[in-house]
């Protein structure tokens, strides 16, 4: 069903909510390494055996340690754990011989091998343990996962949502965590870690930003080269917000800090989890990278869902593809929300229904008429939609 939608749109409401969990975040480490593992996975059995197996690694809980930072230095007493958790196909029958697919190695050096890359003073070795529960998979979700002959079966009944554009507010807080997580910054400043929150809040024509930036504790010598730092990034937001938006732009970095008791977001590792802030998959970003309670939302975690059958990960990409192409392509089109439901055991392609509603001024048959042959487009396209998931070309989370 495709319609106009009624209402007021997010962007003529009055206020306006929307946050961002940064890849340092507790909760986004997990997110990731829910999602390199399933990546991981799946190149292997491509590899090995020409086909991707079934498999869902989708819970992660990271548990924070315990840290204790100084200006000039600190250490990392009691190091953080993650432990990655999920099922998959861990044996293959090869006629008359059976492979047993090292699951463990494939999990752990592929999380080593990204944290490593990612987080500039975290000590993989020291500051993080590794660990890893998959078992086999139910028998049910195995057999709709191997049972398709052509397009493949969804393993689920399950929303898949999405809407575009992203509104002024939304551009600034998704600016805001690339800006001080980009290589650049980090040249200039790179006593601000990896662990970034934004919140914005837009309100009355102004627009309220939240930075919370652990900050590299053995960078940063007294309380004035901190104040420094914090003056810089808060300085270079407000440069980068003259690019996006007119409204007037508040930011309020390291809230919690109080320099009268001596109290700094000081951290070790660069990351919240090294002293207590604990994570798990399915809690921060959704796909498209936001948090956004003013837009309809999945509850799904995307992140570490097999790329193949399960619809609560590729129904939510799908369905931001359509609302992105929507807005750019048809003039006319100011903002768009779609909603796909599958059915599981049903091919991927057919789900049960697919809704799109659109605010602007297109007129409705010229809105339906290309809608409905996107749609066809978008789901032709998804039993082939884990390519590009292999390639890390979609926001995830």
Request: charged content about 25%; hydrophobic content about 35%; glycine content about 8%.
């Amino acid at each position: 069903m495709i319609s106009r939608a009624h209402g007021i749109s997010v962007s003529s409401r009055p206020i306006e909510m929307v946050e961002r969990k940064g890849k340092g975040h507790p909760d986004t480490i997990c997110d990731r390494a829910a999602e390199e593992a399933s990546i991981s996975l799946s190149k292997y059995y491509l590899d090995k055996y020409g086909r991707i197996f079934h498999h869902n690694l989708d819970k992660c809980v990271l548990i924070g340690g315990q840290a204790r930072a100084r200006f000039g230095g600190g250490e990392v007493l009691e190091p953080m754990y993650l432990m990655i958790v999920g099922r998959a196909t861990t044996k293959v029958d090869k006629g008359g011989s059976t492979d047993v697919v090292p699951i463990g190695s494939i999990i752990l050096s592929a999380t080593k091998s990204w944290l490593r890359k990612e987080f500039r003073f975290l000590d993989v070795d020291s500051h993080v343990v590794v660990d890893y529960r998959v078992k086999p998979g139910s028998v049910d979700l195995v057999h709709v996962f191997d049972s398709s002959s052509g397009v493949p079966l969804a393993n689920d009944t399950s929303l898949g949502v999405a809407f575009a554009p992203y509104t002024e507010t939304e551009r600034l807080v998704m600016e805001t965590e690339r800006l001080l997580n980009s290589p650049d910054f980090k040249a200039r400043r790179p006593e601000v870690g990896e662990d970034v929150k934004v919140m914005g809040l837009r309100e009355n024509g102004s627009i309220h930003l939240t930075v919370a930036a652990a900050m590299v504790s053995k960078l940063i010598n007294d309380r004035d080269q901190y104040a420094s730092v914090v003056k810089d990034a808060t300085e270079e937001i407000l440069r980068m917000a003259d690019r996006i938006t007119h409204d007037d732009v508040e930011v309020n970095f390291n809230a919690a800090d109080d320099y009268k008791r001596d109290r700094y977001y000081l951290t070790v590792t660069g990351l919240s989890a090294e002293n207590g802030d604990d994570g798990q998959v399915g809690r921060g970003n959704r796909v498209g990278g936001l948090i956004t309670p003013m837009r309809p939302m999945s509850l799904e975690a995307a992140a570490g869902k097999n790329p193949i059958n399960h619809v609560g990960k590729i129904y939510n990409i799908a369905a931001q593809e359509i609302v992105n192409r929507l807005t750019s392509e048809v003039s006319g089109v100011d903002e768009a929300y779609c909603y796909m439901l599958s059915k599981i055991g049903h091919p991927i392609d057919e789900p049960q229904a697919v809704q799109v509603e659109y605010y602007g001024d297109a007129s409705e048959d010229r809105v339906r008429s290309y809608t409905t042959s996107l749609i066809e487009e978008e789901l032709s396209r998804l039993p082939r939609i884990w390519e590009d998931i292999l390639q890390r070309k979609y926001e995830l989370f």
